[in-house]
């Protein structure tokens, strides 16, 4: 596969857009409080006044895997808080489906969006076609 192509970095790039449209909208529920935002946070033990916060770390990791300077911190930066949300959300015996596998694949696409589209990445952790 050749990774250098234009395609191959469209794809990592409109994978990019699509993971910071998720957060994003992640981050505007917990900034605009919702009654499902509420009940969530109920369910989860997390006081409602923490949601801001929340929403405030979900927006940033948002902004820094968006710019490329930084999407590398972004993505392990997601990747901690999406892991956390997951410890969470089996903390409370909730289902896999389709909280923690959704969870789990914005985390797989953020990582798959910054390989296609940053070649450091790619040298660190080379296609092999053995």
């Not at 050749?2 to 998720?22: D, H, M, Y």
């Not at 006081?47 to 948002?62: D, H, K, N, S």
């Not at 489906?97 to 914005?106: C, D, E, G, M, S």
């Amino acid at each position: 596969m050749n990774f250098e192509s234009k395609p191959v970095l469209w794809a990592g790039r409109v994978i990019t857009v699509l993971v910071v449209a998720f957060l994003l909208m992640d981050a505007a529920t917990k900034l605009i409080p919702i009654d499902a935002v509420a009940e969530g946070m109920k369910q989860a033990g997390i006081p409602l006044e923490r949601a801001r916060y929340i929403g405030l770390t979900v927006l940033a990791c948002a902004v820094l895997y968006a710019i490329p300077r930084t999407a590398v911190l972004g993505a392990v930066l997601i990747t901690g808080f999406l892991g956390g949300a997951m410890a969470a959300h089996l903390r409370d015996d909730g289902p896999l489906w389709p909280h923690n596998l959704i969870v789990f694949a914005i985390g797989a696409l953020a990582w798959a969006g910054l390989y296609l589209r940053d070649p450091r990445l790619r040298a660190l952790f080379p296609y092999r076609n053995d």
